[in-house]
DNA sequence: CGTCCGGTTGACAAACTTCAATGATCGTGG
DNA sequence: CCACGATCATTGAAGTTTGTCAACCGGACG
């Protein structure tokens, strides 16, 4: 988001009070009900959001990677909507809401910026869902571990090794299942030579089976074929 | 979102074309690649918007009540990124986003009132996800009656009968369960006397037991409580 | 009046969770 | 430097929930 991360090209008289921040693994850059007072721009590092539920049980909610933004959904309420802690450590850029709010009045290229960044958001959010509605456990680790690939991959890591940024435990709990279903589906892709996975690294042996993973299912026919009317 | 709904106290020398328009049930909205020319405020009827999978099934990502607006995920790529069709006869209020835009620059209430807008959907969107993994499809039910019961209740309307406005079949895509499911946990509760179900008319009996039923835990002590750091 | 569609029910199979135990790794303090 | 405990990950066996397949029912509609 080159507009928030610098200052330049301000017009004349505006200024943006922008500072960066480090944290710690597992310190928290937001909780839940906190004053929304700054958006953070994620520059190195990796975090994940997450809410409570009733019963005390966490369920995380994304995780984020560098040049990602952290926030938005405050805005409405000006009250964080999420918790957001530091998988490791991690250092944002954090520029004061206040200030781009009313930049956006005079820069009407940062206002669209701003509305562009909600408005992936959104896609984003509904991808998750389709993430979290794949068939089995095995798709949904699948189709996770290509989207982890593909985000090194679009910004000229390999997109064939890498370093997962969080435990397993959340990842089991990103995709809602057992850390020990997860870890099951794990050494079963190994076996089959999809993957390689000690630790924290990755290693994707055979992206296209890995695709046909994501994508399998279970009836060669129709399935919940969309209904009349679709033409 | 009173300011795109009239228009009234427009700056002078402004317009914003505004049309109404009906859809029957099946008919669609828009359509995945169409380009995005406007924003819709659903004012009648309902809407589903979901996504076609690769093995040709549907995922069905939400459902829109009168008050909702669509399309606000297209404003990044200019192309609609969801299929949205009415469940039953609609009607939207559609509004040109080429001269929201405009507006933007000139209005500051309007461009908060959008940017609020975008927000909100991101705070619908985790709660779409705290829906999806609740631990048993009784669980997702009842979260999901309980969010339409207070949507009613919200407006004026009866939170203890309602008429769901949408079949089975998507309730269950939604909750990301079988119809069958879906079916048998509606009977359950019935016989528990939670609800009465019949067709589309559905009566909430015992709203406690019902959020009973959403918040119920398995496991009585700690499940994933939150590790270290949380304080 | 028969057909179609949406919804329900039963029996069985598959996927996932639960409980329990073990192993590996890492940071910390003796 | 090593030992220790804590965290993280893996594995097995048994139990629960959900999916699958098939049949059936009843209202809507032509």
Redesign the interface.
Same mark, same amino acid.
């Given at each position: 988001m080159a507009l928030l991360a610098e200052t330049p090209s301000l017009p004349p008289g505006a200024q943006l009070q922008v500072w960066h921040q480090v944290y710690k693994?597992?310190?928290?850059l937001f909780r839940v009900g906190e004053a929304f007072v700054s958006i953070g721009i994620l520059r190195s590092g990796a975090v994940k959001t997450?809410?409570?539920?009733?019963?005390?049980?966490?369920?995380v909610?994304s995780f984020l990677m560098p040049g990602d933004i952290l926030g938005?959904?405050?805005?409405?309420?000006g009250r964080h909507?999420?918790n957001a802690?530091a998988l490791d450590t991690t250092s944002a850029c954090m520029v004061p809401f206040e200030g781009i709010?009313e930049l956006?009045?005079t820069m009407?290229a940062l206002?669209?910026e &701003?509305? !562009?960044?909600?408005?992936?958001?959104?896609?984003r959010?509904?991808r998750?869902?389709?993430l979290?509605?794949m068939r089995t456990a095995d798709q949904r680790l699948a189709a996770f571990l290509l989207d982890l690939s593909r985000w090194f991959g679009a910004r000229g890591f390999s997109a064939r090794e890498f370093q997962l940024p969080m435990p397993r435990?959340d990842i089991a709990?990103y995709l809602?299942i057992k850390p020990e279903t997860l870890s099951r589906a794990l050494t079963r892709m190994q076996n089959e030579g999809l993957i390689r996975a000690e630790r924290r690294r990755l290693l994707i042996l055979d992206p296209g089976k890995l695709q046909a993973a994501a994508?399998e299912?279970s009836d060669p026919a129709?399935?919940? &074929?969309? !209904?009349?009317?679709v033409q």
């Open positions: 693994r597992g310190e928290a997450y809410l409570q539920r009733e019963d005390g049980s966490e369920q909610l938005l959904d405050a805005i409405a309420s909507m999420r802690v709010d956006c009045n009407p206002r669209r &701003m509305m !562009r960044q909600m408005s992936l958001g959104l896609v959010d509904a998750i869902h389709m979290l509605t435990a709990n809602n994508d299912t129709e399935w919940a &074929m969309p !209904r009349k009317h």
